[in-house]
């Protein structure tokens, strides 16, 4: 058990620019979430999938934000024309459906900072 | 909807001395319940969960935690604080009637110094 692995771990980018982060989940997990965590605020839920389909949106993922998790393995997260707003943590976690408690599992996040 | 409040941003203590953090949540259905530990510039660990079986739950770091239904809580507690407990902590809830997906609603957190 590898755990959470997120790249990169740091972002800087300027106003406008594609950015795109990757994480790859534990090996067995079959959930994988996405949240963005603000300076001094709790984590927030953006998105999860179950294998490849994902199941949830936040009504935070506005249509400049996409994720992908082909083949129910890692997923990538893209964020088009970045705004200084989206400056934040992104943090992923998996999990696997062997009890009904679902406890997820968080890798060390990527931060991005928007110029 | 669920939600998560946890009383007090900021919490000093000195070492050795008893750690209370306290959360309090909103929920319609029955619960899961959480709390994580996030060092500076890390992700999130788990210290301990709540899953509807005994309402006292121990966890790592000599860290437990009970739940009462009749006042909604979830208060985090360790005996005697150690100097390697300073970092930020969050309650989590989550929705154990889902059957697809239990996303995490989190409290604002409670960053926790420690004072030798």
């Known amino acids: 058990d590898t755990g959470v692995s997120q790249d990169p771990r740091h972002k800087i980018t300027k106003r406008g620019q594609n950015v795109t982060f990757r994480c790859d989940p534990i090996?067995?997990?079959?959930?994988l979430y996405w949240y963005r965590q603000t300076l001094g605020q709790g984590p927030e839920f953006l998105t999860y999938f179950q294998n490849e389909a994902q199941l949830e949106k936040s009504r935070l993922l506005s249509d400049r934000f996409s994720a992908e998790r082909p083949k129910g393995s890692f997923s990538t997260l893209e964020i088009q024309r970045t705004e200084q707003g989206d400056s934040a943590m992104y943090l992923c976690?998996?999990?696997?459906?062997?009890?009904?408690?679902?406890?997820?599992?968080f890798g060390p996040g990527t931060r991005l900072t928007v110029l | 909807a669920q939600s998560v409040t946890q009383l007090g941003s900021h919490v000093s203590v000195s070492e050795g001395a008893l750690v209370l953090l306290r959360c309090n949540y909103s929920?319609?259905?029955?619960?899961?319940l959480f709390w994580y530990v996030q060092y500076p510039n890390q992700g999130l660990q788990l210290l301990l969960k709540?899953?509807?079986?005994?309402?006292l739950v121990k966890g790592i770091n000599g860290f437990e935690a009970e739940f009462k239904k009749s006042e909604t809580s979830f208060h985090l507690t360790k005996p005697s604080a150690h100097m390697s407990d300073a970092a930020e902590y969050f309650c989590a809830v989550s929705d154990s009637l889902r059957a697809a997906g239990n996303k995490l609603t989190f409290g604002g957190g409670t960053r926790v110094l420690v004072k030798p």
């Open positions: 709540y899953t509807s079986a005994a309402t």
């Open positions: 090996s067995e997990h079959n959930r």
């Open positions: 976690a998996s999990s696997f459906r062997r009890s009904s408690t679902d406890t997820q599992y």
């Open positions: 929920s319609s259905v029955p619960p899961y």
